[in-house]
């Protein structure tokens, strides 16, 4: 059995499918209780109210932003055309400091709103939209910008997605001491 992601697929969806197709694969051997066609539905049902749950674009659940490699751990591939870039410090920040973000397209392909989901060490995420034109940048403070308190001790990720698609284009982060 294969799975294949394509560009219409979210790398989420497609590893819930994936394990949803595996588990009714394995399930149906074992003397569950449930047909193959309850199993399925059940499946589709999970997926779906998975899918369904939040907000496009705010975050990748798994990627981390590792400060000590300036890279986030799974890297984020981005899901539209251009050549993303972003910034955010290098160096650690002072607690309770604002931190600038950045965002470009440096093929100038892409003029349209994005969204910057910033993931603290508690792990709570805060997003912001900030409009982008075609070569140049889009800037956002944190955490005033996205409504957030205070900033203290940690590791932030922060991933940027195209707002109305909530395809993800690019990742990164920040620490704060």
Same mark, same amino acid.
């Given at each position: ?27 149906? /051997?074992?003397?569950?209780?449930? @047909? ?46 251009? /050549? ?9 920040? /002072? @607690? ?9 397209? @440096? ?9 910057? @989901? ?60």
């Amino acid at each position: 059995m294969r799975c294949v992601l394509t560009t219409e697929t979210h790398p989420w969806r497609t590893v819930a499918l994936c394990g949803a197709v595996l588990l009714l694969a394995t399930a149906c /051997g074992e003397g569950h209780g449930h @047909s193959p066609r309850q199993l399925s539905e059940m499946i589709a049902e999970t997926v779906r109210e998975r899918a369904d749950s939040g907000p496009p674009g705010l975050g990748m659940p798994d990627t981390l932003f590792d400060p000590a490699r300036y890279a986030c751990t799974p890297a984020v591939d981005p899901e539209l055309p251009g /050549g993303w870039r972003s910034e955010a410090p290098r160096a650690a920040v /002072g @607690s309770g400091e604002p931190v600038e973000l950045g965002l470009t397209d @440096s093929d100038a392909e892409h003029s349209d709103p994005v969204l910057a @989901s910033v993931t603290g060490p508690d792990g709570e995420t805060a997003g912001a939209e900030a409009d982008l034109t075609a070569g140049a940048w889009a800037r956002l403070d944190y955490p005033e910008d996205f409504g957030a308190g205070e900033t203290v001790p940690g590791v932030y990720t922060v991933v940027w997605s195209d707002s109305r698609s909530g395809a993800p284009l690019t990742c990164d982060g920040f620490e704060v001491e």
